[in-house]
């Protein structure tokens, strides 16, 4: 006999549970802990999805639980839908009140100083009943956090292809040099100038010094990287204490024994995009988005 329509629909709370534990690696104590429900209540939970639906979710694996193959196509199926769905009602909640709520936002590890600060300071000032949760991360854990539901919105570098995003800004790359370095008094240099120094780069995995390494073989030469550092402001440490050479954005405020000197040629930039984990996001969330639209343009360089 033919299921209807409504004895076919999934219940929204047992789908939610089922991609907690797909996100919590199937261990129910933790996925349950962290919706702050009792492990028995989301145990029959999605005992009663698996009848619901008539197909095996789950397989026992030690003290964890196995999703099976049709599980983990289901989570992948509802996750973005449940997220939208969620993003809607707390939308309808927030219409009220929209100067009050609370932002989960994340930002790469590269933009811990300057503008990044500075633009949530000034928001905080803003809109003071709207509290920041902060996540400093690199990209692939940001556009993670983001698909799962835990980031509201991000600013990613470059732009992801796996989730809603719409670039904010062309950022140009300058070469940050010692104050005493023989070049620091030039406006402009080709980059194979730089051929024979030691250079202070972001580790192998982050897009900044991919794309070093890219436009140094493209000028001739493999770049030597003497020191690997995450954060841009350590980089300058280094670079203002005659450590080496990098390829940076420019420093918002002025940075004591280093001089910027512009790279000749059109291709020395980097995307930055602002990432949203829903196609529509609720009033509280569309304030920051809408400050980050309108200050972002002091970031980018036309083209």
């Not at 095996?56 to 694996?61: I, K, N, S």
């Not at 219409?95 to 633009?119: C, N, Q, S």
Request: charged fraction near 25%; include cysteine.
């Amino acid at each position: 006999m033919e299921r209807s329509s409504e004895s076919r629909a999934a219940p929204l709370t047992a789908l939610r549970e089922l991609v907690e534990l797909a996100d919590q690696g199937g261990h129910l104590t933790e996925a349950a802990a962290a919706l702050g429900i009792p492990q028995s209540t989301m145990s029959r939970r999605i005992h009663a999805l698996e009848s619901h639906l008539g197909v095996p979710l789950t397989v026992p694996r030690g003290r964890a639980i196995g999703l099976t193959t049709a599980a983990l196509d289901l989570v992948a199926a509802v996750r973005a839908p449940l997220t939208e769905i969620d993003a809607a009602l707390v939308d309808l909640a927030e219409a009220a009140d929209p100067e009050h709520g609370t932002i989960r936002f994340g930002f790469p590890l590269t933009m811990g100083a300057g503008e990044v600060p500075d633009l949530l300071a000034a928001f905080n000032r803003a809109h003071p009943g709207i509290r920041l949760d902060l996540k400093q991360a690199h990209g692939a854990e940001l556009v993670a956090d983001l698909q799962r539901g835990t980031l509201d919105l991000a600013i990613i570098i470059p732009p992801p292809a796996e989730v809603n995003h719409e670039v904010l800004a062309r950022q140009t790359i300058i070469a940050a040099l010692p104050g005493v370095h023989p070049l620091a008094g030039v406006r402009s240099i080709t980059l194979e100038r730089l051929a024979d120094e030691e250079f202070i780069a972001s580790p192998a995995s982050y897009n900044l010094r991919a794309l070093t390494d890219r436009w140094c073989r493209a000028s001739g030469f493999d770049p030597e990287v003497k020191i690997e550092v995450t954060e841009f402001s350590t980089i300058r440490e280094f670079v203002g204490r005659g450590m080496g050479v990098a390829l940076i954005p420019p420093a918002v405020r002025p940075v004591d024994g280093i001089t910027e000197v512009a790279l000749d040629g059109a291709e020395y930039v980097r995307e930055i995009a602002l990432c949203s984990a829903v196609r529509r996001p609720g009033r509280v969330v569309e304030r920051l988005r809408d400050f980050i639209r309108e200050h972002a343009a002091a970031w980018a360089i036309e083209g």
